[in-house]
């Protein structure tokens, strides 16, 4: 990969999904808080391209309160994980993830799913 874009503002966030509306086969992953339950998605990748990937930051650790703090690409992730439903999509641990995207931004990306890796995935070298 060529180019990294790390996005952590509302106006990098309307780029990324200007830049999406004509690809159809995107990759998605999430960065969560942990593996529970109540785990809260603190960022998620996006890529389109074989050179280019996007970063979207949701949250950002501050030091002197010692929590997590909503950046304002969270409350607009919302719209964009909506237009990801009806696209092609590539996951990892897709069940993971679609399950973190619906819990914390209540949109439902299983039914997109195109291709999930994990499944792909070679038992005989998975330690």
């Given at each position: 990969?060529?180019?990294?874009?790390?996005?952590?503002?509302?106006?990098?966030?309307?780029?990324?999904?200007?830049y999406l509306?004509?690809?159809?086969?995107?990759?998605?992953?999430?960065?969560?808080?942990?593996?529970?339950?109540?785990?809260?998605?603190?960022?998620?990748?996006?890529?389109?391209?074989?050179?280019?990937?996007?970063y979207v930051?949701?949250?950002?650790?501050?030091?002197?309160?010692?929590?997590?703090?909503?950046?304002?690409?969270?409350?607009?992730?919302?719209?964009?994980?909506?237009?990801?439903?009806?696209?092609?999509?590539?996951?990892?641990?897709?069940?993971?993830?679609?399950?973190?995207?619906?819990?914390?931004?209540?949109?439902?990306?299983?039914?997109?799913?195109?291709?999930?890796?994990?499944?792909?995935?070679?038992?005989?070298?998975?330690?």
């Amino acid at each position: 990969m060529q180019n990294l874009v790390v996005i952590k503002t509302a106006e990098d966030l309307e780029t990324l999904n200007q830049y999406l509306v004509d690809k159809d086969l995107i990759s998605v992953d999430t960065e969560t808080t942990g593996l529970s339950k109540d785990a809260q998605v603190i960022g998620y990748s996006v890529c389109a391209e074989d050179n280019v990937g996007f970063y979207v930051v949701t949250t950002t650790w501050n030091a002197a309160t010692d929590q997590l703090e909503r950046l304002p690409t969270h409350d607009l992730s919302t719209n964009f994980f909506q237009k990801l439903v009806g696209k092609s999509l590539i996951m990892h641990n897709a069940v993971f993830d679609c399950e973190k995207i619906r819990i914390n931004y209540g949109v439902e990306l299983m039914p997109s799913l195109h291709t999930d890796t994990m499944a792909l995935a070679d038992r005989k070298s998975v330690v």
